[in-house]
């Protein structure tokens, strides 16, 4: 089985979003793999994901609204075979954590899977508007969609 971990700021904005469109895909794609989310910063530990977060998901039929925000862990470099980063300050907190090598090739940012070698950040929500939390679900159904397409055809 393979382990996915998608990673942002606070666990409340975009990586539960990828969490939970990464789970439609593996439904519909009958993956064999399993997927979580934590945030880098403690700040939002045992909350729910952003309320336009989940009003914006639910639009989508993207049910997140159960999730609850955890903080990443030098853990989950064991746990994980690929750890998905929204921006490039997550990739940066995440890569100073990582113990050898190995634990470094499993951080990506989860643009470069749908735009390669482009280096493009899910851009934080958090403190615009309603049309930010769009953007942001577009940007990760597509990436989620595309790894999901590569993984089904892998299998
Ligand atoms: P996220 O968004 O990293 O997508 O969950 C944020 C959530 C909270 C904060 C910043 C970004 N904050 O500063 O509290």
């Known amino acids: 089985m393979k382990k996915i971990l998608m990673v942002c700021l606070g666990n409340i904005c975009r990586s539960p979003v990828a969490e939970g469109v990464m789970r439609s895909k593996i439904e519909k794609y009958k993956l064999d793999a399993f997927v979580d ?31 609850v925000a955890r903080k990443f862990e030098i853990t989950d470099f064991d746990n994980f075979d690929r750890i998905y980063v929204m921006d490039s300050s997550n990739y940066s907190d995440v890569i100073k954590l990582a113990k050898t090598e190995i634990d470094k090739q499993k951080v990506k940012l989860l643009l470069n899977d749908l735009y390669p070698d482009s280096n493009m950040s899910v851009p934080d929500p958090y403190f615009g508007g309603e049309q930010g939390f769009e953007n942001v679900f577009i940007l990760i159904e597509k990436a989620c969609e595309e790894i999901a397409q590569r993984m089904h055809i892998n299998i």
């Open 37 to 67: 989310s934590a945030g880098t910063a403690a700040y939002h530990i045992g909350e729910h994901p952003d309320k336009r977060s989940i009003q914006n998901a639910k639009k989508h039929g993207v049910d997140i609204s159960k999730l």
